[in-house]
T-cell receptor, first 110, second 115 residues
């Protein structure tokens, strides 16, 4: 079964620090990769997507993709308490089938 | 604004009952999905559909069926509910292949309890 693996955490960082979230995937045919944020009791919402090797930056967020290592990461700079949530890594194969990891819980301490 | 609406936020059913979960999207999206979310297991794909009347099994289709008679509506059916189907069910949609980032838009979820 094709899988997306994440460390469940919790990951705890102080306010203002860099939070680093990691993800590996098993299907080499995966084409696009996503990071969703999910607050408790809410639905996931997209933060970043990436489909080319390298880094992609959007504000305080940077997604990194290494297809050779089948590895995706998300860096959150200047972490804020409002960033405390579960972060879901996802991979898409066949154009639209999206598989999720179990998520990493992040706590940002004020 | 993109909107995915799930008809029921909370349901309580008895073992053996037939359960319908309805999902409607208003973005003219091609693809629709049903996931279930359980603590420690994340989102697991039950079924998805890339066109009207088309459906594909996801990773955990056993005990479920789906129906997509119209583009905007995707229904999840539990023919005979069991206690291990107690879960949060999330519907999502995305654009078709053309110009598609693959972003999923989620509904608010339906929390099903089977007694």
């Amino acid at each position: 079964q094709k899988e997306v693996e994440q460390n469940s955490g919790p990951l705890s960082v102080p306010e203002g620090a860099i939070a680093s979230l990691n993800c590996t995937y098993s299907d080499r045919g995966s084409q696009s990769f996503f990071w969703y944020r999910q607050y408790s009791g809410k639905s996931p919402e997209l933060i970043m997507f990436i489909y080319s090797n390298g880094d992609k930056e959007d504000g305080r967020f940077t997604a990194q993709l290494n297809k050779a290592s089948q590895y995706v990461s998300l860096l959150i700079r200047d972490s804020q308490p409002s960033d405390s949530a579960t972060y879901l890594c996802a991979a898409t194969t066949g154009g639209f089938k999206t598989i999720f990891g179990a998520g990493t819980r992040l706590f940002v301490k004020a | 604004d993109v909107k995915v609406t799930q008809s029921s936020r909370y349901l309580v059913k008895r073992t053996g009952e037939k359960v319908f979960l309805e999902c409607v999207q208003d973005m003219d999206h091609e693809n629709m999905f049903w996931y279930r979310q359980d603590p420690g297991l994340g989102l697991r794909l039950i079924y998805f559909s890339y066109d009207v009347k088309m459906k594909e099994k996801g990773d955990i289709p056993e005990g479920y069926s789906v129906s997509r008679e119209k583009k905007e509506r995707f229904s999840l059916i539990l023919e005979s509910a069991s206690t291990n189907q107690t879960s949060m069910y999330l519907c999502a949609s995305s654009l078709g292949l053309a110009a598609n980032t693959g972003e999923l838009f989620f509904g608010e979820g339906s929390r099903l309890t089977v007694l």
